[in-house]
């Protein structure tokens, strides 16, 4: 479902573009510290019980939610509400990180604090194969 009228969209189609993309209505920002993977994703408006974060298939981490608009109906009238303009993000949204082999998966924290969601990957220091010698047998 559009957010934008028709009439808006042909002024600006980025913004309706917007409204239907997940990865565009919902930023996240990955970045890499010496100690963890963090994820920041903008998800105003949103209560952390209206948040699922989750690791799928070992090392995929999952973001999703739903944003509820506010209804059509003003429930204390019973009158039907006329919009002007919709701009704001509804609806379901997800996002998938594949998370590298580094990545401490049992040890995934999150917490939100005024709108944004803050996801802590700790990182492990991967060994690397040693290499052995192998002898030649022969002459």
Request: hydrophobic content about 30%; aromatic content about 6%; glycine content about 6%.
């Amino acid at each position: 479902m559009s957010l934008i009228s028709r009439d808006y969209q042909t002024l600006d189609p980025f913004l309706s573009m917007i409204n239907r993309c997940p990865v565009l209505s919902t930023p996240t920002d990955w970045k890499e510290t010496k100690d963890a993977h963090v994820f920041l994703s903008d998800l105003p408006g949103l209560k952390k019980d209206e948040v699922k974060v989750e690791v799928h298939e070992g090392r995929l981490l999952h973001i999703s939610g739903n944003w509820r608009g506010d209804d059509d109906v003003d429930d204390k009238n019973k009158n039907m509400i006329k919009w002007h303009r919709v701009e704001r993000c509804r609806g379901k949204f997800q996002r998938r990180f594949r998370l590298p082999e580094n990545a401490k998966v049992d040890q995934v924290k999150a917490h939100m604090e005024n709108g944004v969601l803050v996801v802590t990957v700790p990182k492990q220091e991967i060994k690397k194969p040693e290499t052995k010698q192998v002898q030649i047998q022969g002459n």
